[in-house]
């Protein structure tokens, strides 16, 4: 197949005002007959399948292209918990869902909707919002493997954090009604509207009904709201409150050599040229200072991650940028095969976070460097997110509401709204499926981080923790 662009991909079906729009009602329809040949029970199935891939074999397979003296930091977060495990193993869990049933609905797919990649960052008019926020994986892809991502990291996390299986059952529970709430509420909606839809913190705030999820989203808030270039500034530097050089913490902040320095300076000004002309001004007005590699999560450790440190027209008019590593989604293969689609990958994640979010960091661009594909982003845009460690089970079941809800939006402003919204309808048996399979996945994603831990203890698998 040619490669293309992602947006190339994706605007085929809406490339002339002259096609007919299909009536909602026969969408909705259609959904439902998509019931015969997919049930909702058949949903709710888990077993691995014979052909399943070995899970350390899988793990040392997804090491290709990551930083070598990366890899024992990668595999001690993950086998820190199964919630880490099920973090860095998306790949795993994208074979797994792609072999399950399906309606083939398709929309544009997170790829990696778990719980933890969800939180809080700084829309262009200044305003604080809370969406999906991690993209690297993101595609066109199923509704149902997002959702699936989505409950089962709920209750793994549940789990984790000591809930009882009732609380785990009931937080999942929100999350699916939720979801299918939404998605029936927004293909209701005009086109443009769903286009607009977001959730600010002060309608999050009232969205939310257990107390101590409400003041710990007001403590989250208020923390993401200080995270901004200049108050980065000091910790990166060694305390200096204006441009200077990034300080060295190795293995996690490392210096390049100066030709890839140079390398990264020019993939940089290539950066710029992805920008809106506005943007591209703005930006364009700022001035390297330094660069060095940052590890940052769990899944993307060993993947390269730079951060450049640029300053404006004065010491303390400070700029971070991100440039991280753009891979192949891991849901690739299961939608078109293994030749790559997309052209540049970074470009992939950037379109498709522009499509998923209501508003998006507008200094979202891609740039290359030697034979690796970046995406480029603010570091410090007020981003944050909800504790998830020690979560109450209460908070818990509150919050995979708000989960559910924002994956909709997503799903919602992509393709397929009024289809997921027949299908899903509005009994409980597409709940209850979506239960049932969050319960046995979390149960197969323990057996796997036992594998992970047996590895590392065998000596298969380096691994560094505390770092």
Known sequence: MQQASTAEHFSDAFSSFRIPATDRRERVDHGKSLREATPHAALGAWAPADNRPGVIDLIEASAYGRLPWLFGVRNARMAASPFGMLRGSAAMMAWDVANLPATGVQTVACGDAHIGNIGFYRSPEGNQVIDLNDFDEAHTGCWEWDLRRLTASIWVLGRDNGATEEQCEEAVRHCVAAYRDEVSFLSKQPLLWRAYDQLDLENLHSTVTEEALRDEIIRAATAARKRTSDRKLPKLTGGATTASRIVDDPPL????????????AQGLDAYLTTLTPQWRRIVGGYTLVDIAHKVVGVGSVGLRAWVALLVGSREDDVLFLQLKQAQR????????????????????VVEYQQVLQTVSDPLLGWTTVGEHQYYVRQYRNMKGGVPLDNMPPASLIDYSGITGHLLAKGH???????????YLGKKESAVDAFVAWARAYADQTEADHAELVAAIAAGRLPSEPGV
């Open 412 to 422: 919602a402003r992509t393709s397929g709204a009024s289809i997921i919204s027949g």
């Open 253 to 264: 902040v490392t210096h390049p050599d100066p030709a890839e320095v140079e390398a990264l």
């Open 329 to 348: 989604s891991v849901l690739a293969p299961f939608v078109h095969g293994e030749r790559a689609w997309h052209e540049h990958q970074g470009q992939r």
